[in-house]
């Protein structure tokens, strides 16, 4: 694949994160089986401390909530080989915690105990985050440009901070100047876009998205940043159309940029 010059005004690159930096897979195929395989052992371990508290806390409101909603729960079954009250309690959250993740919910409360889980899996070692190899060494490359760098992703800002503070490549949070997910806003929404420009004190104009998603490039573009759309192996199909439309790179090498005076 050719290259892909950006407009000379580019300032700053705006990156999204899965199918972009990161395999699409590395959420479902490792970060997801981790809750699934670790759960029970997480919380009969941390049961006891402050934030497991919370973080049951939370799920139980949850629970609560959805009760009230009619939502479909588990139905909590006798289980002989559960005896006491704290085993029975952690297996009603697992249970509710598996149920919520094969539903594909995206609640609060399924979202902090899978972060506070993650934050241990990351700084223990036993996961790192994945980055495709042209990623980190043509950031630096952008940086030496004078380019900021940011990241756009639907994961939250903890979440993208434990990928880049412990990536197979180290720590690299140091290359990025800021972090967004969707507080401010949907990915396919030009609003967010025209919030994120005015949150960095860029034009959108000289702002430079980099995505896999062609509903999130054309919501950028509306929002009048310049876009480009990363192709990597298992990514979904782009109809001829988008690919007419867009720019399209397979790596990050190929963009072309020019040094900022
Ligand atoms: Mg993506």
Redesign the pocket.
Known sequence: MASVSVPACTSALLL?????TTP?TFVKDILFPYIREHLEDHLSTHWEEDECKQDVHLLKKQIEEDMRQNRACPVHEVDQTVHTDEEKAIREVVDNVLWQMAADRKSTALKCLQGHMWRVAYSSGRIKGEVYQDVIPSIRTWRSLGMKVYIY??GSVEAQKLLFGYSVEGNVLELFDGHFDTNIGA?VESKSYEKIAERIGCPAEEVTFL???SR?AKAAEEAGMNVVV?VRPG?MELTDEERATYDLITSFSQLQLTARA
């Open positions: 999204d994160i899965e199918g972009t699409i992703s639907s990915k995505t896999d998603v999130e990363v990514n």
